[in-house]
């Protein structure tokens, strides 16, 4: 399985960027795909999550109600759709696939590469 995360950028506070994550192999229906991020000096921690196949979506308190996890079965693809950004959230964001859902990375098992967003003040 291989995960390429895009979509990353720079934005000001208070704008939006999409980020996608574009799957290979194979992606059961079990399956939990995750968002975690990661800034300087800082834990990675999880943003939000999707079951592949029932759709079933979960958020860190932190991003509810801004952020929007969704995925494209058919083209093996997930998103993330970010609004109202803050300068906090400047990090590298990562795609992940795990067996079950999680808010501990170690529940993941494959990793993207990162992907970097940058929130201007």
């Known amino acids: 399985v291989q995960l390429q995360a895009s979509g990353g950028g720079l934005v000001q506070a208070g704008g939006s960027l999409k980020l996608s994550c574009a799957a290979s192999g194979h992606t059961f229906s079990s399956h939990v795909m995750g968002w975690f991020r990661q800034a300087p000096g800082k834990e990675r921690e999880f943003v939000a999550a999707i079951r592949w196949g029932a759709g079933s979506t979960y958020y860190a308190d932190s991003v509810k109600g801004r952020f929007t996890i969704s995925r494209d079965r058919a083209n093996k693809t997930m998103y993330l759709q970010m609004n109202s950004l803050k300068p906090e959230e400047a990090a590298v964001y990562y795609c992940?696939?795990?067996?079950?859902?999680?808010?501990?990375?170690?529940?993941?098992?494959?990793w993207g590469q990162g992907t970097q967003v940058t929130v201007s003040s």
């Open positions: 992940a696939r795990g067996n079950s859902y999680s808010t501990r990375p170690t529940a993941y098992d494959y």
